[in-house]
């Protein structure tokens, strides 16, 4: 600090807080936050699917429309709705959709492809990610989705 004099000091250091602040509130951040934004960069605000004019909604816990697309979850199954075998199926179905929407709706995810691009229905096959984890999983971990096994369980 003896060989730098006070003008030149107060110079740098007036040059590294210019370059934080500009950094941290005028260009929204350090540059990690631009990095999540790569990572994770879809978001949408997510309905529940009613009538025929789908563009981003919910169908079920694993089936949603996402900019006219319709996606089919790949790594879950989940209690069906619509054709349910009792009530009890229903009800946790009904129960998966509704978390499934709030999933989707707390920010950015990604759409992951997997081995076939689409199923037999026409539906594109993606695996919902944010920051790397599969959302399907935590339906999983909450009793609201099995993995898929390539087969529909019976839920009654």
Same mark, same amino acid.
């Given at each position: 600090?003896?060989?730098?004099?006070?003008?030149?000091?107060?110079?740098?250091?007036?040059?590294?807080?210019?370059?934080?602040?500009?950094?941290?509130?005028?260009? +929204?951040?350090?540059?990690?936050?631009?990095?999540?934004?790569?990572?994770?960069?879809?978001?949408?605000?997510?309905?529940?699917?009613?009538?025929?004019?789908?563009?981003?909604?919910?169908?079920?816990?694993?089936?949603?429309?996402?900019? +006219?697309?319709?996606?089919?979850?790949?790594?879950?199954?989940?209690?069906?709705?619509?054709?349910?075998?009792?009530?009890?199926?229903?009800?946790?179905?009904?129960?998966?959709?509704?978390?499934?929407?709030?999933?989707?709706?707390? +920010?950015?995810?990604?759409?992951?492809?997997?081995?076939?691009?689409?199923?037999?229905?026409?539906?594109?096959?993606?695996?919902?990610?944010?920051?790397?984890?599969?959302? +399907?999983?935590?339906?999983?971990?909450?009793?609201?989705?099995?993995?898929?096994?390539?087969?529909?369980r019976d839920w009654c």
């Open positions: 600090m003896n060989n730098i004099r006070w003008p030149t000091f107060i110079t740098i250091t007036a040059a590294l807080c210019t370059a934080v602040f500009f950094t941290t509130f005028l260009i +929204g951040g350090p540059a990690t936050t631009n990095a999540a934004v790569a990572i994770d960069p879809h978001r949408a605000s997510f309905g529940i699917c009613f009538g025929p004019d789908r563009f981003t909604c919910v169908v079920d816990g694993d089936t949603i429309w996402f900019e +006219g697309r319709k996606i089919r979850i790949a790594d879950i199954n989940t209690p069906e709705i619509s054709n349910s075998g009792c009530a009890a199926e229903k009800r946790l179905g009904e129960q998966a959709k509704i978390r499934f929407q709030n999933l989707l709706n707390e +920010g950015a995810f990604s759409l992951e492809t997997t081995d076939r691009d689409q199923d037999q229905y026409g539906r594109d096959l993606r695996i919902i990610t944010r920051s790397g984890h599969s959302l +399907g999983e935590t339906l999983v971990a909450e009793g609201l989705a099995e993995r898929w096994r390539g087969y529909r």
